[in-house]
């Protein structure tokens, strides 16, 4: 009755779902946006969670591009021996997703976002 | 300006006797990550400069990717090296008291939510799971469901075109409330199934495509509470529903094993207003 069944060993991920590793998505989600918190008064530097998610919200979108484009700076390991192969790889491969996303654009008119946010505010005290 | 001026980064709180945490990597770069106990709880932390992580320094740091990521990471490492721990309980990022006498003040005024807290997600881990829909998959299983599907087929013709329009706009209405029930009954389903081999369950938001990479719509973001005994049940629960509902268009992706992030959800040190 009971077929074998693969718990946390990541050894040979199956067919049914993928496990990967978790996206920068799922860790700003967790990370900034749950766990215990400690009030203002007793913190010294608690974040205005309001603020924060707002933020994060835009982020994830941007960091998520900028991961999918190669430009993984996070990830910045030091085992980055052969640095210029690498930097090879990564140019050849990111003209290869310049050229894919201009192709998946398309005719729309993609431009790079009329994000202006408008009014600067000053708030300096 | 003194650039000595340190603080002390919490990155949550653990049943005593944690270990493992040696030589992991902080949020501040070298700082080693240590524990202070007091009142049976052990606090998991590590110092941090103040220029980089005060109050003042902090606001712009956060709307900076190249600053923020590595630090995101880095919290989330330290936790993980803390799964050991028969209880964990993760703090929010950024969670810094002035020093090591007072995270100790901190852990025995709050050593009854705290314990509480623990005592919650003692013997658990969060598991992820979320769950994509192919929404070319799930239309040709509601048509096969739906009697009107047949017909759609066939009757184009007879009418005049005005007619068959209209009809055609009255079955593509009707099948896409068919199609939003069968999605909305599939992923409570999901849900539920899953909630049943776990302590807790709640579920977030589903993730914007640009978050997950993929063409298919999330239609589910769960968080589970597991007990680390029953993992294998949970694991089996989420296999037999990828089963299930693969030839609906269903696919699922799972993370984990992570602090209880979604279980931690407690405030502490309002009370003093």
């Known amino acids: ?125 | 300006m003194t650039d000595e001026a340190r603080a002390c980064y919490v990155y949550g709180v653990a049943a005593p006797g944690v270990d493992g945490l040696g030589d992991a990597a902080g949020v501040a770069g070298d700082e080693p990550v240590r524990t202070v106990v007091a009142a049976g709880v052990a606090a998991i932390v590590s110092d941090v400069p103040l220029e980089e992580f005060g109050p003042s320094a902090i606001g712009d740091r956060l709307e900076d990717p190249t600053w923020l990521a590595p630090r995101v990471r880095a919290h989330d490492r330290v936790l993980q090296r803390a799964l050991n721990a028969e209880a964990l309980v993760p703090f929010r990022f950024c969670t810094i008291l002035p020093g090591e006498p007072e995270v100790r003040d901190f852990l025995a005024r709050y050593r009854e939510p705290l314990g509480t807290a623990l005592a919650r997600v003692a013997g658990k881990r969060e598991w992820g799971i979320k769950a994509f829909l192919d929404d070319r998959m799930l239309v040709d299983h509601v048509r096969a469901a739906t009697p009107e599907g047949e017909a759609a087929d066939g009757g184009g013709a007879g009418g005049g075109t005005g007619t068959a329009y209209l009809l055609q706009k009255r079955r593509d209405r009707a099948l896409l409330a068919a199609m939003d029930a069968a999605r909305d009954a599939a992923t409570r389903y999901c849900h539920e199934r899953l909630a049943a081999a776990a302590a807790e369950a709640t579920t977030s938001p589903p993730q914007p495509g640009d978050a997950t990479g993929r063409d298919q719509p999330m239609v589910l973001n769960g968080a589970y509470l597991v007990a680390i005994a029953g993992e294998r049940e949970f694991a089996g629960a989420a296999d037999r529903l990828a089963d299930e509902f693969a030839d609906r268009g269903f696919t699922f992706e799972r993370t984990g094993p992570w602090p209880a992030y979604h279980f931690a959800d407690v405030t502490l040190g309002q009370e003093g207003r």
Not at chain 1, 31 to 37: C, E, T, W
């Open chain 1, 1 to 125: 009755m009971s077929d074998p069944i693969r718990v946390p060993d990541h050894a040979a991920a199956p067919a049914r779902y993928r496990e990967g590793p978790a996206s920068l998505a799922d860790l700003l989600d967790r990370v900034l946006d749950k766990g215990l918190v400690i009030a203002g008064d007793i913190s010294i530097a608690l974040l205005d969670v309001e603020v924060i998610t707002i933020k994060v919200r835009l982020l994830i979108a941007s960091a998520d591009k900028a991961e999918e484009l190669g430009i993984d700076w996070w990830r910045n390991d030091p085992h980055l021996s052969s640095e210029a192969r690498e930097t090879q790889d990564r140019n050849r491969e990111l003209q290869r997703r310049v050229e894919e996303l201009e192709a998946r654009l398309g005719g729309s008119d993609g431009g790079p976002a009329e994000e202006q946010t408008g009014e600067a505010e000053d708030n300096s005290g």
